[in-house]
């Protein structure tokens, strides 16, 4: 059994989708953004005003492969990590990549203002927008699963948890 990655737009509810099935499943729970955030000692947000993007990914990339090589567990990963073809890759080999997919309009309501999202610091909803046009395809290409979630937290859980007895 390896990890199950969980993939998607930022307000997708990966983290909190992921730490539920993993309290659920008694697995390790991991989150790339939070572990990029420890290794430096330094906010994302404080990331990508010094170092911009990619100075962001390549962090990220490096992270990745920690995880990769520790026990298997849920990981709900950054929006972007797909865009890397090397993180997918790692992803892969490491376990099953789950998508969970939802529609722009959702995520709008979700994110609301744009909290602390670097990405999304001016012309939200715009921006969103470019965003969920940009990685569609990626995301859709690097999942193994895709769940809807849309649903109600209990049916994305369970979902995932399926998509994890499956591995």
């Keep these: 059994m390896g990890h199950i990655w969980l993939i998607g737009m930022m307000g997708s509810g990966k983290s909190t989708i992921g730490r539920l ?6 697995r390790p729970f ?8 420890e290794a430096g ?14 100075g962001f990914r390549v962090r990220e990339k490096r992270i990745v492969q920690d995880v990769a090589s520790r ?3 849920i990981v709900a990963t950054g929006g972007g990590i797909i865009l890397d073809s090397g993180n997918v890759a790692t992803m892969r080999r490491s ?9 722009v309009e959702t995520l709008k309501r979700r994110l609301g203002h744009g909290g602390d999202r670097p990405l999304l610091a ?3 909803d715009e921006r969103l927008d470019t965003i969920a046009s940009e990685r569609r395809d990626h995301y859709r290409s690097s999942a193994d699963v895709i769940v809807d979630a849309t649903d109600s937290v ?4 369970a979902a995932v948890e399926a998509a994890c007895n499956e591995s």
Aim: glycine share 6%.
């Design 21 to 26: 099935v993993a309290d659920r499943l008694r």
């Design 30 to 37: 991991y989150d790339t953004d939070e572990l990029v955030e």
């Design 41 to 54: 000692d330094v906010s994302i947000s404080e990331i990508f005003a010094e170092e911009g993007e990619s």
């Design 71 to 73: 026990p298997p567990g």
């Design 95 to 103: 376990g099953r990549i789950v998508l969970l997919a939802v529609d």
């Design 122 to 124: 001016a012309e939200k």
């Design 154 to 157: 209990d049916a994305v859980v």
